[in-house]
């Protein structure tokens, strides 16, 4: 397929809705979860319509806003979003509404705004476009399932260019709900040192990503979108590793040629091991991490696919970002092969070039 990322607009536990700059400074969180570093959201936004936007939903209208702006869109052919539990503060706020007023007198704004497929609708709004419009909630392969769905709609020729986001939020009350089942790391953690602490669980995070897919390259282009992949629940090492040769094989690609492996790690000594017997026994490569930056979330591959489109574009890999520093080659970033799995369940590859 021929696959153009054009333009991107992210909203991160990190400064990064400045396409200008990348990851040039890194934001360091105390806490035990990594939330947004928000933008004026006046800038982008009717400061009479934020008044009834919930958190989430400021974020999305102002990512796909960035997002469409850097790419020269009005009106794109289709929005397409995944996410893995939809607007979660409004869900909690419309349920505890139920509890504190028995069920009587309550208004329908929290509960209108909590279905999963709002920030679809409400971008839609934004931008009147009243094109193909659809949410995907798959857990860990939410977000790859409405880049397939964006893919196939421009490889079909059913739209030029396709708005395509993930998105997901973490609030106060589901993240004590995940302290409980021990997905969270007991213990405080520097999330810039996550990979040091050999414990079980991981950080928490959230983020919203939006990607303007186009079917031809442009100039200001930042990568192709060669192809992806997922696959549930392996049983074994060996059967990922058959996965991944596949997968580049089918795409006229060998693991030789890749220059740059994105690996999920997230600091879990209960899920990374794949991770190091990739880098261990399988790849020879450069390699690189990101959730110590944006935390652990269903919709994260997004943040994966704009630091490798990135890194593509500008041809560097953040400092922050490398694994194996001291085996880390300076050259040029032509193929870059991303993967990442969510609970050692939803496993997803991403396999872009310049």
């Known amino acids: 397929m021929e696959i153009y990322i054009k333009g991107t607009g992210i909203i991160s536990p990190q400064k990064t809705t400045d396409n200008s700059v990348f990851l040039d400074e890194i934001v360091t969180h105390d806490k035990d979860v990594l939330s947004c570093v928000e933008p004026a959201y006046k800038e982008y936004i009717n400061p009479i319509q934020l008044r009834r936007m919930s958190r989430l939903i400021k974020m999305s209208i102002c990512a796909s806003k960035i ?18 539990l939809g607007l979660v503060e409004d869900t909690e706020k419309f349920l505890n509404s139920v509890l ?50 964006a893919m196939l709609l421009i490889n079909d020729k059913d739209a030029e260019n396709v708005l395509v986001g993930g998105f997901d939020e973490i609030t106060e009350q589901h993240h004590s709900i995940l302290k409980k089942t021990k997905w969270v790391k007991k213990e405080k953690v520097n999330h810039l040192d996550l990979l040091n602490y050999k414990t079980p669980g991981t950080v928490d995070g959230e983020g919203v990503s939006f990607f303007a897919l186009t079917g031809k390259r442009e100039s200001g282009t930042y990568a192709q979108i060669k192809n992806i992949s997922t696959l549930y629940k392996p049983k074994d090492f060996k059967e990922i590793e058959n996965h991944i040769n596949k997968f580049l094989a ?71 970002a490398k694994l194996n520093k001291q085996n880390f080659v300076n050259k040029p970033i032509k193929n870059v092969l991303v993967y990442n799995h969510f609970k050692n369940i939803n496993h997803s590859f991403y396999l872009l070039n310049q």
């Open 67 to 84: 997002c469409l702006k850097e790419a020269g869109i009005e009106n794109p052919g289709g929005i397409i979003t995944g996410t893995g």
């Open 100 to 149: 504190d007023y028995k069920e009587q007198f309550l208004t329908p704004t929290s509960f209108i705004q909590s279905t999963h497929n709002t920030i679809s609708g409400q971008v839609a709004i934004a931008l009147q476009c009243f094109n193909y419009n659809n949410t995907y909630s798959h857990r860990g392969f939410s977000f790859e399932s409405a880049l397939l769905d």
């Open 250 to 320: 089918d795409n006229g690609i060998s693991k030789n040629e890749l220059d740059l492996v994105i690996l999920g790690l997230n600091g879990n000594s209960d899920t990374d091991g794949i991770y190091y017997h990739l880098t261990d026994a399988y790849f020879n490569t450069n390699y690189a991490y990101f959730k110590h930056l944006c935390g652990e979330f269903h919709t994260v591959g997004a943040f994966a696919l704009w630091l490798a489109a990135k890194s593509i574009k500008h041809q560097v890999v953040p400092e922050i």
